[in-house]
């Protein structure tokens, strides 16, 4: 069993056994036809001539030896057969030369006479050593009566020779299907599992960890298209090994430098005791900030994590009017700290499927970075409109907007354009990815670009939600 297990064992068995099939149709069944065929036509043949002697000698009341001599000098009988005549007693009476036939003509002839005496017909017909032997055995009847018989027999050497010929002609075919077969079987199975073992070892190599490791498998076949899908594969595993990589290193120093600086400010009011009141309230407040800058981050982690893993609440009709202005309430004193102002424009009717907090995720993520990366005296504009059977959630601000080369970046995970300003801001760089992500797992979308008079303008399309009546 486990032999039959190899690909290459169970398709040269295959093969091997449907080649075996046709060989052997090739060796039995052509042959047989053409034999059958032969003995057809030798079946006609000798029975005709026997019917013509029979019907000549029933002319005769009695056979005697002159009448048949008679009636025999005057048909034309083929030289190569061997014709027996006998009366009703089994005298022979004309016999002529044995040309063909030998013991089976005597063994045949003494079986059968009998029989045909009786009034019954017999043929015989078979192939021996290369030689057709045909023979008839027929009853010579006049007015119902049995006077006589008739035997005709031929051995056709010819029509032997050519079914001989043939025989051998399939044969030597035969041999050189099988070894052509076994030729190209063995090369096309060299060619396949060559270029299997290639794609085999290379998804071992990749399963160690060999992202970078590339197959080059030729032709235009299904192999090759195996191998271009797998190069693409390893490209994708390789993106996502480096986004992991960096994710983690990016999580891990989001989270270590809110920790170092709590120890270190916690550090410095336990080792100074002559530090002034206002001083220590000072490094409690930035203690403060770090730790709910720590939560946050833990947070957008975490939802990550859940979005990931495909990890939401139940969902439902959310109104994204209500939500959007629960939210913008929320950050007007913000952004009120910070000198701008909010505006919004929201229509109502635009229900979407969803959880109320991924709504209320993307929507304060959006409007929290159009503040915190605006300019002073700047503002921030939310609206919300229907489109054909969409939500559309828009965001504009006055900030400095984002260049070019880092636009296609921007919706990664710990991405930053200007990174001293994001952490002097408490930006993760997490904000705009939970935002695409969120967007993506309600069937929708989010798209950036800048403005043209300044800023940033956020678009998030999400499909309408209608209740079922």
């Known amino acids: 069993m486990r032999v039959f297990s190899s690909l290459r064992v169970r398709i040269a068995f295959s093969y091997a056994l449907l080649l075996a099939v046709v060989l052997v149709l090739m060796n039995t069944y052509f042959l047989t036809a053409s ?33 048949v001599s008679q009636v025999m000098a005057r048909l034309d009988v083929d030289e190569s057969m061997r014709v027996v005549i006998m009366d009703d007693d089994g005298i022979l009476l004309y016999d002529t030369t044995d040309s063909a036939g030998g013991s089976y003509y005597a063994d045949f002839f003494q079986q059968n006479a009998s029989r045909a005496l009786g009034g019954y017909d017999v043929i015989s017909l078979r192939f021996s ?3 057709f032997y045909s023979s008839a055995l027929l009853p010579v009847i006049r007015d119902g009566a049995v006077i006589g018989a008739v035997y005709v027999h031929e051995g056709d050497a010819q029509q ?51 992202y970078n490791y590339r197959i ?40 270590k430098t809110p920790l170092a600086s709590i120890r270190l400010l916690s550090d410095s009011i336990l080792n100074n005791d002559g530090m002034d009141p206002d001083t220590v309230r000072e490094f409690v407040t930035d203690i403060g900030n770090e730790s709910e800058r720590l939560a946050r981050t833990t947070e957008k982690l975490m939802t990550l994590t859940r979005l990931d893993n495909n990890i939401i609440a139940e969902r439902a009709s959310v109104d994204m009017r209500e939500v959007a202005t629960d939210t913008l309430h929320m950050l007007r004193p913000l952004a009120a700290s910070r000198g701008l102002t909010i505006e919004s424009a929201l229509d109502g009717g635009c229900f979407v499927l969803a959880t109320r907090d991924e709504v209320y995720m993307i929507i304060l993520n959006l409007t929290e970075n159009a503040i915190k990366y605006n300019t002073p005296g700047g503002s921030v504009c939310v609206k919300l409109t229907r489109e054909a059977e969409h939500s559309i959630l828009t965001v504009d601000d006055t900030g400095i907007g984002v260049p070019e080369a880092d636009m296609p970046h921007i919706f990664d995970r710990f991405y930053r354009v200007d990174k001293a300003r994001s952490r002097e801001a408490g930006g993760s760089g997490l904000g705009l990815s939970l935002v695409r992500d969120a967007a993506l797992g309600l069937g929708g979308s989010v798209t950036a670009e800048n403005r043209r008079d300044g800023g940033m303008r956020f678009r998030v399309r999400l499909p309408l939600y209608i209740a079922p009546e």
């Open 129 to 131: 050593e290369g030689v």
């Open 216 to 255: 080059s498998v030729g032709g235009n076949d299904e192999l090759a298209l195996l191998g271009e899908e797998f190069n693409s594969l390893t490209d994708r595993l390789r993106d996502t090994d480096e986004i992991r990589r960096r994710f983690v290193a990016d999580a891990s120093h989001e989270l």
């Open 35 to 67: 034999r059958d065929m032969i003995f057809t036509s030798k079946h006609t043949l000798i029975r005709n001539q026997a019917a013509i002697m029979e019907t000549a000698l029933a002319d005769f009341d009695d056979l005697s030896i002159d009448d």
């Open 160 to 210: 032997g020779a050519i079914l001989v010929g043939l025989q051998s002609t399939i044969k030597s075919i035969s041999i050189l299907v099988t070894a052509l077969s076994v030729f190209i079987v063995a090369l096309i199975l060299w060619t396949v599992m060559r270029r299997i073992s290639s794609i085999l070892r290379a998804i071992k190599l990749v399963r160690e960890g060999e």
